[in-house]
């Protein structure tokens, strides 16, 4: 006695019945650039001058010549730009400079604002 096993064909199949096959889709999620912050000292009357260009050199890896610039824009003009990064990198170079300048008891002032 032999036995014989009908396989039905998808097609076959009644429309109601759904058999899990089909064009498989993936759905990417679009990302977001994250937002960009400038890093910006103040200008204060106090600060020694090779003071901030100690910490532009320091904690924005500027060399000599791009630090002076940037401290005699921030003393001419009241303020200058150090970088643009993202909210963490920025938040953190803000908190090194401010707790740099409090420990060498200068009134150094470092804020971020967003691009």
Not at 79 to 89: I, K, L, P, R, S
Request: hydrophobic residues 35%.
């Amino acid at each position: 006695m032999t036995n014989i096993i009908k396989m039905q064909d998808d097609s076959q199949k009644g429309n109601d019945d759904d058999n899990g096959t089909g064009l498989a889709t993936k759905v990417r999620p679009k990302t977001k650039k994250p937002s960009l912050y400038r890093v910006l000292l103040l200008n204060d009357d106090f600060t020694p001058m090779e003071f901030v260009v100690h910490v532009l050199e320091r904690f924005f890896s500027k060399t000599g010549e791009q630090a002076t610039q940037i401290m005699l824009h921030v003393h001419n003009n009241g303020v200058g730009e150090c970088g643009v990064f993202t909210y963490e990198v920025a938040e953190t170079k803000v908190t090194q400079v401010m707790d740099f300048a409090l420990k060498h008891q200068h009134p150094l002032q470092c804020v971020m604002e967003k691009k």
